[in-house]
């Protein structure tokens, strides 16, 4: 079954970076874009960031454009978010979707990322 | 960036009775495929989201035939038959459209 497995969050001073991962299981990697989707505690959802199967595609909220930077590995089954100049306001649960057939089809548990000092 | 607008924000109903959500958009949301990426997508309390409807009305696998959704353009609503203890939780509309991708403020549902 698939399987999406978040991990590298956990708290960080302002200005600071952290990079998430995620691991996929289950199905072909290779054969789904990937998403990165966000929820600050008590909030709504906040698409993050989108990675075609090839990795070619990419696209940004401009709420993150120019801090955050999406990859995969199709060999190595994982996706990544690279965070940069994180600010308070990137506080929030984040979690990896697989698209299927269209959008966010299969969601992981997802890590908790909290910007404070 | 298009708006999604979902009403209303809390939706309180009696076990067994149908409940409804609407979701408004501030453009179309007609591809240029001809297709409308509009999706629904359910979180219960301590849960990960789960999608439950993909473009307008396709129900996803496993997922109650009690829900279904309709709407067209900009106006879209999914529908609940006769609502269960576990239908508990909060009920998004998200268009896939254009970019970026956004989402409704969500909906409350619980029990009376």
């Known amino acids: ?117 | 960036d298009v708006v999604m607008t979902q009403s209303p924000l809390s939706l309180p109903v009696t076990l067994g009775q149908p409940a409804s959500i609407s979701c408004r958009s501030s453009q179309s949301l007609v591809y240029s495929d001809g297709n409308t990426y509009l999706h629904w997508f359910q979180q219960r309390p301590g849960q990960s989201p789960r999608r439950l409807i993909y473009k307008v009305s396709n129900r996803d696998s496993g997922v109650p035939d009690r829900f279904s959704g309709s709407g067209s353009g900009t106006d879209f609503t999914l529908k609940i038959s006769r609502v269960e203890a576990e239908d508990v939780g909060v009920y998004y509309c998200m268009q896939g459209t254009h970019w970026p991708w956004t989402f409704g403020q969500g909906t409350k549902v619980e029990i009376k």
Request: net charge positive.
């Open chain 1, 1 to 117: 079954q698939v399987q999406l497995v978040e991990s590298g969050g956990g708290l960080v001073m302002p200005g600071g970076s952290l990079r998430l991962s995620c691991a996929a299981s289950g199905f072909t990697f290779s054969d789904h874009s990937m998403n990165w989707i966000r929820q600050a505690p008590g909030r709504g959802l906040e698409w993050v960031s989108y990675i075609s199967r090839s990795g070619k595609t990419i696209y940004y909220s401009d709420s993150v454009k120019g801090r955050f930077t999406i990859s995969r590995d199709n060999a190595k089954n994982s996706l990544y978010l690279q965070m940069n100049s994180l600010r308070a306001e990137d506080t929030a649960v984040y979690y990896c979707a697989r698209d299927n057939v269209v959008a966010a089809g299969y969601w992981g548990q997802g890590t908790l990322v909290t910007v404070s000092s």
